[in-house]
């Protein structure tokens, strides 16, 4: 393999990396939004409904403490389920975006060097160590999704749409 289609196969790599990583960042949001939304509301609502039931039951110090106890459990669950999936969720945009980084220094690399000539070993063996280390670093993504950015990235190609053209294409200029 010359060096050339090596960097282009990296290249690939990269866009279908940053392209499964934002659009796992993006289901992670949805995902968050559509177990903790619900979880504040039915929160709000039982604790409403304890307090209207403990009114007869319970002196008035004693209700108002159950209803802050019932609306503070309700923010903490929400603030906690919502951490996790944001949490994870900026870990994928941030890796995506660091797929995409080494995408146009591949790309630039490709764009410095003539078809005629190799482009420097060192060079290669910079990109590869990021493309490595980034990797490692990156967290895991689902093989389906892998496989689903895969088959849309040969199906761009064999219609002749560039990555700027596709929808997947996550960077705003």
């Known amino acids: 393999m010359r060096t050339i289609e090596l960097l282009e196969d990296w290249q690939r790599k990269c866009r279908i990396k940053q ?35 403990t009114q007869t039951l319970l002196g008035g110090r004693l209700r108002i403490f159950a209803g802050i106890a019932g609306i503070a459990a309700a923010i903490l669950t929400a603030i906690q389920m919502s951490a996790n999936n944001y949490g994870a969720a900026e870990r994928h945009r941030s890796a ?27 060079t290669l063996e910079t990109i590869r160590k990021e493309l490595d280390s980034l990797s490692e670093r990156a967290p895991a993504l689902a093989l389906e999704l892998l496989e689903e950015r895969r088959s849309a990235s040969v ?11 596709s929808p997947y294409n996550t960077i705003t200029s």
Request: net charge negative; aromatic share 2%; hydrophobic share 40%.
């Open 96 to 122: 995506g975006a660091h797929f995409d980084s080494l995408s146009r220094e591949i790309e630039q690399s490709l764009a410095i060097c003539p078809v005629s000539e190799d482009i420097p070993l060192q």
């Open 155 to 165: 199906s761009e190609a064999s219609r002749g749409r560039r990555f700027e053209d």
């Open 19 to 53: 392209r499964a990583h934002n659009v796992e960042a993006g289901s992670l949001v949805r995902r968050n939004r559509l177990i903790g939304i619900p979880a504040v509301v039915l929160s709000a609502a039982l604790g409403s409904g304890l307090l209207g039931a």
